[in-house]
């Protein structure tokens, strides 16, 4: 496992998401996030990133029974506080750390900085940053920093807001550099100062497979790497990347990212270049950004697995298989159930018109 340096603490360049644990009837099969787990700290990973509504609010509970056999100064927790959940954060941080199982959370993030989030997250009567800092003064808390998935302009007023940040969480790959402007997010992080803690690099699993002629152009170019390697290879180009977060949810998805996480080494001129081209053919068949979040489920009144629908209707626009159409509207609960309420689209980090999606799945042909 390779490290890098961050102020006084070395943390490993591979940290362990838990968005997208394995699941068994609804809820976080424990024996295999376990074994998940066990295996990332036997390789040397020693950063846990969590919060506060990951699995239904489930993920801190599993994280904090998961690691207790674990010296507490063996790893590093991150967890979040979401205003959208629950606004006092007084409760929240209590509950958190009951849940965790430890007196203290080394890194911890303003949850989710969008242009819905961030006048309640800058409220003066609510006094959160002052809260934080209170509670870092008493050890509490570590660090303190914000992940985001709003606008650049955003992204700099809240930067702009205080200067008690320490670093910042974005989603960043290849394919959002360009699609996403994420290069200009990247370069408003570094002009602060700050270093980067990157989120979906490779993009909710998108990016482990981009479909047989770019896989086969990219296993030609470098036989050795998987397909997701590429994604983490590019990123270990930018110097002000600190931490690179995977919510790895299967054996052999934390067993290959840890074997690319060995050596230190980022891409060459000529295949960053073929990278981009793949990335501009793959963006030019892509419908819907989603990344599978999940932050939209919560909220829904039908309870629509809506990521599992916008990654349909990924698709079938690419394959325009009719009979994977018509077996997947035989479901109990598929798109005909959305009554377009627009919570959806409102939780959404990508501002995906979900109702509009689902409305085109509706009828075949799919728009």
């Not at 989120?199 to 790497?225: I, Q, T």
Request: aromatic share 10%; glycine share 6%.
């Amino acid at each position: 496992m390779i490290y890098k340096q961050f102020q006084n603490t070395r943390l490993s360049r591979l940290g362990m998401g838990n968005m997208r644990l394995p699941v068994s009837g609804g809820r976080i099969d424990a024996k295999k996030a376990q074994e998940i787990i066990d295996y990332a700290m036997a390789q040397g990973i020693n950063y846990y990133d969590t919060a506060y509504v990951y699995h239904s609010g489930e993920s801190e509970s599993f994280l904090g029974e998961a690691l207790r056999k674990y010296p507490r100064d063996s790893y590093c927790l991150a967890t979040k506080f979401y205003v959208m959940a629950n606004p006092n954060i007084e409760q929240v941080l209590e509950e958190q750390l009951r849940k965790l199982r430890t007196d203290y959370i080394d890194f911890y993030l303003i949850h989710c900085v969008n242009e819905e989030t961030i006048g309640a997250y800058m409220a003066p009567e609510r006094r959160y940053m002052d809260f934080l800092l209170e509670q870092k003064a008493k050890g509490r808390i570590r660090h303190i920093g914000f992940s985001s998935h709003g606008k650049p302009e955003t992204l700099e007023k809240f930067l702009n807001w205080s200067d008690a940040f320490e670093f910042v969480q974005i989603q960043l790959n290849y394919l959002d550099w360009t699609m996403q402007n994420a290069r200009r997010q990247y370069e408003i992080i570094t002009e602060h100062g700050l270093p980067v803690w990157v989120m979906e690099p490779v993009r909710g699993g998108r990016l482990a497979s981009l479909g047989g002629k770019y896989d086969a152009l990219l296993k030609k170019a470098k036989p050795s790497w998987s397909i997701p390697a590429w994604a983490f290879h590019w990123l270990m180009g930018l110097p002000n990347v600190t931490m690179i977060l995977s919510g790895m949810s299967a054996m052999e998805q934390i067993r290959d990212n840890v074997a690319t996480f060995q050596t230190e080494e980022a891409l060459t001129p000529e295949q960053n270049m073929l990278l981009m081209n793949v990335a501009a053919g793959y963006q030019s068949r892509l419908a819907v950004p989603c990344t599978a979040c999940r932050y939209c489920c919560d909220g829904c009144p039908e309870r629509i697995d809506i990521p599992r629908w916008m990654n349909l209707y990924n698709e079938l626009s690419l394959t325009k298989d009719r009979a994977a159409w018509e077996k997947a509207m035989k479901e109990a609960v598929n798109p005909n159930a959305c009554i377009g309420c627009g919570q959806c689209t409102a939780h959404c980090p990508q501002s995906i018109d979900v109702p509009g999606y689902l409305h085109k799945l509706t009828a075949w042909p799919v728009a």
